[in-house]
């Protein structure tokens, strides 16, 4: 039996009062809130959709919700990949979407208020016209903040800039109980007692809903190129990232991407920008890498630099996207890996573990040899600079069960293998409930223990966003 | 403006399979409004080897026709067609000479403009008076920005933008000369050793009248037949935007917007299109635009007269329903 | 096959323009200057034409100074040597000015070299007037031949065979040499320089051509002049429809077409 309350008419009258015009019921609810972009995890359609257009919009709801012992599980873009805005105890999903005001810079200190359904593409292109940089870019460009806040998303420039975490100087939170908190300060240091800015970062929605956000950002570099490496295979590939990263060199993005990856989603970007051979001999693996700064003398002598160090390494050849359409080209490629997996996938799971760099070789020929005993096809690719893979499990023939079994075998191996080098199991996607089971096999329990407490002191009726991360029914 | 003893506006009519191209039709209009000012008469010019039918079809929307024949006038021979229009702009003295700017009417004013030293505008999109000069409008940067120009020499040379001007309505029956032009050996430098068709009929995007565009928001190619048949329906044209070309869904002639076509249809459907800025400067001339998009906030809703927001594949096969039941009635 | 590829520096053309507000100046703020892309596909089509029958690469540009850096980009993805043709009394040439120029450039560059070019590439149009004359109007100021909007070209005895993209299909078109052509998009990409070549293209000297070098060549007076510069009027957005059912939205939305008479 169900610890929480259907929705009752009441409760929908009492909600359409909270959120006039923006409560969708059942029949009404759009097929695309009953998943993410990962539905292997399992669907669920929600009872009610609230789509709020302020902090207290949505602490109205989440306070009737509370009261009537409803779940609420908050929902961004809806571009996850591990089930965290799926509502799998039923109940309301509350979506920031239409929270999607960009409120202020503060050019002088450098900061930006968001609230927390703007897309990152669209701060992204917003800063660009005002001359900054804000420097997260996870892979998914059409995410909300709020979303990027919640699982603490990475993506390709983290390793110079670092992950979303960095980023974040206060917000503004909705908490289960309907109160409205205010955490961090637009300052760059603090010491002011515990962390709840941090601990709200990476929640995935299970302590509070964001509402608000304010953003550091970084004067925009003036010039940027890109490298494309090429080698005859992924050993030399990968060997040669620990090396690039010792010659200081701060490379803004560096990618890894084998040959079978990079023809999938140049056949479904219909162009081919890759070259497949060089000089005679077939290229199996690429290394993508990018550069900024101040000016093109400056640029060019890292780039000869980085070059020397990866022609030293072993690499086949260095290919240069110094204009603006060959670095769109060269960064397209690689940014439609997702989407043409999934255009050519009808099973799909994943898993984004995060290793030392200097274990990256070393744990991509571990899954190469475990992926032969499977019946399912595994495509990787990843951040080589921050030791973050991205690996796909693929069938097209396979029955679900089987596939299940199957994927659930091997993710156990990849998880204990990145456990044992010193790794962690989630670089920036995060928990939700698909990945709940393997975080607590691989933390253990003391520290499930300290998470769910936490939960409790924010939750205490459990309401928000059940299931996920830490707390399992 | 000064047109000296220039009175007379050539229009160069391109034809395709016997019949005058529209977008060249359309020409005769901003040709009809020079014509009032210089105080003379709109010729239409038609070369090729049998001109009698497509001279038939214009005579009623042309003070006259020069049909030209006696050279190899056919699809693609560039050269004699520029050698012929250098000699009619000789003998008849124009005010302005005219064309459709298809890559033969912008070869062609681009090659006369070099031999008798002109300036010319390109790809026009209106005709505006500063009192008895013509002042063109043309667009730059993909349609963001515009220009107003006036061009110093005579003839005034342009071309046209297909869909910029609606074609004249017929009127009285015109005569129609016929014009000997034999093509001398020196003119013609270039030739063409094989024309192939590989599509058994021309995807004529400018001069439908309907349109109806599917972009990567219909999902895949089943899904675009969708669109295929609500273009049938309507007696249109299936458009198509760079990603579903892409994805393979149709082929690359259907493509609308910068890198494809530029269209002016009167009714235009955007299916599951975003609105991309490369896309909308190739439409926004259409006279009427629907646009379909589950994305309430998909920037095609800015430039559609009616934006439904919801799911092409529920939207779509409801829409045809319903207008075939309309047709019915 | 001796081969001249002429280019012109536009800014970026997958930035959106517009005019600075009040003014009739184009806001280039911020946008990176770049090759017409019809010219890189230009520069790619003859350099797979150079790698297939031999020869020799030679890119111009008419440009202030820091057009040098369109010329620089081509020297490291095919071109062989390059130059500049600047002259302030340039500023301002018309597109027949420009034929005019590029052709005395042209001249003292055969002479120069004691050999003359075989094959002139031009993009179709820059991606910034799109008027597409310069590639014709060269031809005509040379007196050679010209085909235009290519896809593909090949060496034939008699000179090349250039294939153009008609709407049912294509056509096959024989031109003898010397001649121009210009080029639409091929079905494939201009290339990638690779970090030598673009180092060495660097370090390339530009030579540069002025109106004295060319033997006083002069643009002539533009034959046409701009009267007001300013941007097309937005569209003004309709109704949007949401009702409670599908059928109810297609419903209206088929009513407000039928009123409109565009069905």
Partial sequence: MSQYNKVTPELIEALKAAVPGRISVNGDINEDFSHDEMPIYGKAMPEVVAECLTTEEVAAVMKLCNDNRVPVTPRGAGTGLTGGAVAIHGGVVLSTTKMNKILSYDTENMVVQVQAGVLLNDLAEDAAKQGFLYPPDPGEKFATLGGNVATNAGGMRAVKYGATRDYVRAMTVVLPTGEIVHLGASVSKTSSGYSLLNLMIGSEGTLGIITELTLKLIPAPKEVISLVVLYENLEDCISTVPKLMMANLHPQALEFMEREIVRLSESYLGKSTFPQTFEGTDVNAYLLVTFDGENEDQLTEIIEQASEVVLEAGALDVLVADTPQLKKDAWAARSTFLEAIEANTKLLDECDVVVPVNQIAHYVTYIKEISEGYDFEVKSFGHAGDGNLHIYTCSNDMELAAFEQQVADFMEKAYAKATELGGLISGEHGIGHGKLDYLAQMVGPVNMRLMRGIKEVFDPNLVLNPGKVCYKL | MDWGNRKDILVFLEQKDGKALNGALECLTPARALAQHTGGQVLAVLMGTDNAGAAEKVAPLADGVLAVTGGDYSDGAADAFTWALEQLAAQYEPAAVLAGNTPLGREMTARLCARLGLGSVQDATALTWDGDTPVWTVPLYGGTVLNDVVVDTLPVVATTRSGAFAKPEAGQTSPVTPVELQVPADAVKVKVAQAVKELSEAVNLEEAKVIVTGGRGMGSKEQFALVEELAALLGGVVGATRPAIEDGWVSRAHQVGQSGKIVAPALYIACGVSGATQHVSGMSGSGYVVAINKDEDAPIFDVADVGIVGDVAKILPLMIQEIRQRKAE | ?263
């Fill in chain 3, 1 to 263: 096959m001796e081969i001249l590829v002429c280019l012109k520096q536009v800014p970026d053309d997958s930035v959106e323009l517009h005019l600075k507000p009040g003014t009739q100046e184009v806001n280039l703020e911020g946008v990176t200057p770049v090759v017409n892309a019809f010219d890189t596909y230009a520069l790619e089509m003859a350099t797979r034409l150079k790698e297939a029958v031999g020869g020799s690469i030679t890119a111009i540009t008419i440009g202030p100074e820091g057009a040098k850096d369109a010329v620089k980009t081509c020297l490291a993805v095919g071109a062989n040597q390059g130059c500049l043709i600047t002259d302030p009394s340039f500023e301002g040439a018309d597109t027949l000015g420009k034929s005019k120029i590029l052709a005395a450039a042209i001249r003292k560059l055969e002479a120069d070299a004691g050999k003359p070019f075989d094959l002139i590439f031009c993009g179709r149009e820059a991606t910034d007037k799109a008027s597409g004359q310069v590639g014709p109007q060269l031809a005509e100021a040379l007196g050679v031949g010209v085909v235009t909007d290519l896809v593909d070209i090949q060496q034939t005895d008699a000179g090349v065979q250039a294939k153009q993209e008609t709407e049912e299909g294509y056509r096959l078109v024989d031109a003898p040499l010397p001649c121009v052509v210009t080029v639409n998009k091929p079905p494939y990409d201009p290339r990638y320089p690779t970090i030598k070549s673009k180092l060495a293209a660097r370090k390339m000297p530009i030579p540069t051509l002025d109106a004295a070098a060319l033997g006083g060549v002069a643009p002539g007076a533009a034959g046409s002049h701009v009267v007001k510069v300013y941007e097309p009027a937005k569209r003004q957005a309709g109704v949007k429809l949401k009702e409670e059912t599908c059928e109810e939205t297609v419903a209206k939305a088929i009513a407000m077409m039928a009123d409109a008479k565009v069905l």
